[in-house]
């Protein structure tokens, strides 16, 4: 092969390297944490990559954060132990560790179909109802 060909031939496949599907593109979850609620502002997303924008928007100056859990359980019915959900009873797909009031921070995690839970498992915050369902179907 003449080294022009080698060179055209490496040019495609690179360009074929850096082809995205469009399930690949993150799709982008605004979540607000609240002081007794979190917001999404979708509760259904394509399965793949998924970004999630967290902000801590509460108004009693609390650090939250915001797990993300696996499970075919409704978001208000996990078990809870010493004001606390067992997470290592659930598949964790991924947490937001101490979003500072006022602050904010991303998640980027892939998502399989099905049902998840996500929720803020500082003492006692689920049960104050910092907790939300969002669904991933094709």
Same mark, same amino acid.
């Given at each position: 092969? +003449?080294?022009? #060909?080698?060179?055209?031939?490496? @040019? +495609?496949?690179?360009?074929?390297?850096?082809?995205?599907? &469009?399930?690949?593109?993150?799709?982008?979850?605004?979540?607000?944490?609240?002081?007794?609620?979190?917001?999404? $502002? /979708? #509760?259904?997303?394509?399965?793949?990559?998924?970004?999630? $924008?967290? *902000?801590? +928007?509460?108004?009693?100056?609390?650090? %939250?954060?915001? =797990?993300?859990?696996? /499970?075919?359980?409704?978001? $208000?019915?996990?078990? =809870? #132990?010493?004001?606390? =959900? &067992?997470?290592?009873?659930? #598949?964790?797909? @991924?947490?937001?560790? $101490?979003?500072?009031?006022?602050?904010?921070?991303?998640?980027?995690?892939?998502?399989?179909? @099905? %049902?998840?839970?996500? !929720?803020?498992?500082?003492?006692? *915050?689920?049960?104050? @109802?910092? *907790?939300? +369902? !969002?669904? =991933?179907?094709?």
């Amino acid at each position: 092969m +003449s080294p022009f #060909r080698q060179i055209a031939a490496f @040019g +495609s496949l690179a360009l074929l390297g850096f082809a995205v599907s &469009a399930s690949e593109v993150p799709q982008i979850v605004k979540a607000t944490l609240l002081s007794n609620a979190i917001q999404l $502002d /979708t #509760r259904n997303v394509k399965p793949g990559p998924v970004t999630f $924008d967290v *902000h801590n +928007s509460s108004d009693d100056k609390m650090t %939250h954060e915001l =797990v993300v859990l696996k /499970t075919e359980l409704p978001d $208000d019915a996990l078990p =809870v #132990r010493k004001g606390r =959900v &067992a997470e290592e009873k659930f #598949r964790k797909i @991924g947490e937001v560790e $101490d979003v500072a009031p006022g602050k904010s921070k991303k998640l980027v995690v892939k998502l399989a179909p @099905g %049902h998840y839970v996500l !929720l803020c498992n500082k003492p006692d *915050h689920y049960s104050m @109802g910092m *907790h939300t +369902s !969002l669904v =991933v179907a094709p």
